[in-house]
């Protein structure tokens, strides 16, 4: 059972409690990421989540770390288009000291002048490590044909010119203006007593005034042809992220999403696992996965092939999605992707953190907390027919966003022929 708290200021408190469990995973989740900056300040959210680590004014950076590393536990932090979430697992006989530290972070991070230049390095190296990384910078060429000249379009790292840029006290502003009560979900799983954990946590929050609920631009969809960004590079693989724009977080038909996600990618019984890397050795990775957003979505194919092939796999990627569209899967098909869907949930809800990352994303998102019933209940009201709507829907040529990197300046042609591009 989930129970939920709303202090007077709103942060919102949403628990499962787990007796028998040996940890204790805490999460504070601020409604904040990368679509909420401005161009001159793209990476911004990113940046202030790498200074909260940096010490508070009761704890040092070395304190923060030594004290809960010392204990067993882990410590870590993660910045998205929508959320940022300071995130801790611990043995549950530390719950009162992983409240104190997570929340001393959140609340009273000093954001030393000197971190701030060091993280600035260590930010403009990281984002050259991923840019060395064929198979996820890909991802961005994707993101900024799916949602271009806006920030959902733009890396949740920044730039080399707007993180060399970004000071001090535009951080600390930054924080001002984003942190705030309205702004918070704190969610927890593992062994505690919900009634005294609401009790610290509005000792350390429930002080802080209210202001505003956070509001990002809507997405913008304009796409009426096929799109297609090629780098080439000199690479010994050639990868490829496909995409379509996709359903909003709360679609009603996000669960039929999800089995047509595990039909087609997520698993080695799928689909393109099957017909790409099992029947004709083009890839050694290939998948699909989703992309949710409160306004938008995407569905994604990736794969890392060949060089000599990659046309021939983009062929045959489209040429799976159409059967999609083309007819509907067959019923033990069907039935084995629900059974898959609900054996992945259960046996990730096993662990206290990511039944934390589980209730405090949809409570921050959606403000609802589902249980597995309800997903269970939800997942099972979806039909055959469905798949093939939300295929239909989604996987329609003017949908079409693809992104390559590799050796493919002599291939430009013959994949511009292939989506049909003039």
């Known amino acids: ?143 900024s044909l799916l949602w271009p000249d806006q920030p959902l379009g733009m890396s949740v790292l920044g730039t080399n010119e707007t993180v060399s840029n970004i000071n001090r006290d535009q951080l600390l502003g930054y924080k001002e203006e984003y942190y705030t009560p309205e702004n918070i979900v704190i969610s927890a799983a593992g062994r505690m007593d919900h009634e005294q954990l609401v009790k610290k946590i509005n000792f350390r929050f429930g002080r802080i005034k209210k ?16 799109q297609i960004t090629l780098s080439d590079k000199k690479t010994e693989q050639t990868h490829l992220a496909l995409g379509f724009h996709g359903l909003k977080r709360d679609h009603p038909l996000k669960y039929g999403l999800g089995l047509l996600n595990v039909i087609l990618g997520a698993n080695s019984s799928s689909r393109l696992f099957n017909e790409i890397r099992e029947k004709r050795g083009l890839a050694y990775e290939i998948g699909t996965n989703l992309k949710r957003l409160k306004d938008t979505g995407a569905f994604i194919v990736h794969a890392g092939v060949d060089n000599d092939k990659a046309t021939r796999t983009i062929a045959l990627i489209l040429e799976q999605l159409q059967k999609t569209k083309d007819r509907l899967v067959e019923k033990d098909e069907f039935k084995r992707a629900k059974e898959f869907y609900f054996g992945q949930l259960m046996l990730s809800l096993e662990d206290t953190m990511d039944q934390m990352l589980w209730i405090g994303e949809s409570t921050l998102s959606l403000n609802r907390t589902f249980s597995v019933k309800d997903v269970i209940r939800e997942v099972g009201r979806v039909k055959r027919e469905d798949l093939r709507k939300l295929s239909r829907l989604i996987f329609r040529q003017e949908n079409i966003n693809l992104a390559v990197i590799g050796p493919v300046k002599d291939r430009q042609r013959q994949i511009q022929r292939l989506l049909k591009l003039r």
Request: charged share 25%; net charge positive.
């Open 1 to 143: 059972m989930y129970k939920k708290e709303v202090l007077d200021n709103g942060v919102r408190i949403i628990t499962s409690c787990g007796k028998d469990r040996q940890s204790f995973a805490l999460g504070i989740w601020l409604n904040v990421g990368s679509r909420f900056e401005s161009p001159q300040i793209w990476g911004i959210s990113h940046f202030l989540e790498h200074l909260v680590f940096k010490g508070t004014k009761k704890y040092s950076c070395q304190q923060i770390k030594e004290s809960i590393e010392g204990v067993g536990g882990s410590l870590n932090g993660f910045t998205s288009e929508e959320a940022t979430c300071y995130l801790v697992k611990i043995p549950a006989t530390y719950v009162d000291m992983a409240v104190d530290i997570l929340s001393d972070m959140v609340i009273n991070p000093i954001v030393p002048a000197k971190e701030v230049e060091k993280e600035r390095t260590v930010i403009l190296e990281e984002i050259k490590m991923y840019k060395d990384l064929p198979q996820s910078y890909v991802h961005e060429l994707l993101d």
């Open 211 to 226: 202001k505003k609920l956070n509001t990002a631009k809507p997405a913008l969809k304009s796409q009426k042809r096929p």
